[in-house]
């Protein structure tokens, strides 16, 4: 607003100056009152569009501020989010650490124990025959050499210890110190750029609406409103606000996905993903279909750091892709530890697909290896696992980027194994029809 005032005060002086000279010259050069009257019109509408202009440049400028500013805010509190979990591991790894001192200094006291008791035994003996004196004297010297060596790695033990729990102590204190000064700062750009979800960028257009409360409602024999809809949109948005990284696909097709975790078959209301980054995805569906009754459960097959790599990041977000961050994205939204499983591996190893193959699934997401012979495995290897009447999706599916998931997708289609359910957005649904699964 005082840009705003700053800006009319100077165009109003400007425009006052311009019209004196112009009426100066105009009444100089003996013109008419009618013709200065036409020439003082014309500056004043010159100067009303160079002011406008000025105005909505101004405008612009302040609008990409305030999204700049909300995308630096996410990536701050993801960031501070990494450091939590991390010194929680790290927490975690001194506790264990001390754990086993504790067992080991227990260990030098039975030797401590056992040396004094030798020592009582040397010291009888002594008494008993005076003939194997210098003998014995060498001997208690040998113990008395070993309690000091016991003692000192004792001592060294608990010094290493006190400094582990000092350096704990003064990571939590800044920890604490950057949350607070962070959940401050977001306090305060929320109330001045009053974020909303269509800001995040996490709407979902008029198109898709329509296509979700018609088409897809009607596919999935579940009822859904555009009331309901905008629910699953506000939750997705908050979900990601709150959790550490991003959902891998747009808001439209979260949404469908929700929908039809909704709609699998209750006898299998189970969900198997390859392909887990954050695990955002996952707690999304956790607050859709699972929280209202508790029964949905994920495995969730990633290979985590093993493709990323300890110091790589997601392109996207910046953040590191770890199991621990997966973890404690699903602790953040209450999903319990008995009703979800992490793989950690590549979705061919036999290992994981033997991890995977103890029950069916009522929806499977394929989100891993986008290369026709990937998406191609990852179908021979898991349509076993789905369950009658449940649901296989394809993500990607027609992106240019992507070309062997739609040609791999086709020709799953054209073999008359699965029946298509459609195309919505960049996903690919197909369903069971009533393939058993094999038996063993």
Known sequence: ??????????????????????????????????????????????????????????????????????????????????????????????????????????????????????????????????????????????????????????????????????????????????????????????SLLGLTSQQLGRRVSEEDMASLTTEWTDKLSLPVTERNVRYMERKLVTVEANLIGRIATTTSDAVLRAMIARAIPKRSHRVLEIGVLFAVNAAFLWEIAGAPEGRLHQTLIDPFEGYYGDDALDPLSGLPVRRSIAVENLRRVGVPEANYEIVVGYSGDPAVIDAAAKVDYGLILIDGDHSYEGVVADYRNYIPMLAPGGFMLFDDYGADTWPGVARAVDEIVDSGEVELVGVFGRTAIVRNSGLERPAG
């Open 1 to 190: 607003m005082k840009v705003l005032e700053l800006v009319i005060g100077s165009s109003r002086r400007v425009f006052l100056a311009a019209v004196a000279v112009a009426l100066s010259i105009a009444v100089g050069a003996g013109l008419s009152v009618g013709l200065i009257a036409g020439l003082g019109s014309g500056i004043v509408a010159l100067l009303v569009l160079v002011l406008f202009k000025f105005v909505a440049e101004i405008s612009s400028q302040i609008a990409g501020t305030e999204r700049t500013t909300q995308q630096s805010l996410k990536r701050v509190c993801d960031q501070l989010a990494v450091i939590d979990v991390e010194t929680d591991e790290l927490r975690k790894r001194l506790t264990a650490t001390a754990q086993r001192l504790g067992e080991r200094a227990t260990s030098l006291e039975g030797d401590v124990a056992d040396a004094i008791s030798a020592l009582e035994s040397t010291r009888a003996a002594i008494s008993a025959n005076t003939g194997i004196l210098s003998e014995h004297t060498t001997l208690i010297a040998g113990n008395i050499v070993a309690l000091e060596e016991v003692g000192v790695r004792l001592t060294s033990a608990a010094d290493s210890f006190e400094f582990q729990n000092q350096r704990i102590d003064s990571l939590q204190k800044s920890f604490e110190a950057t949350a607070s000064k962070a959940h401050s700062n977001s306090r305060d750009v929320d």
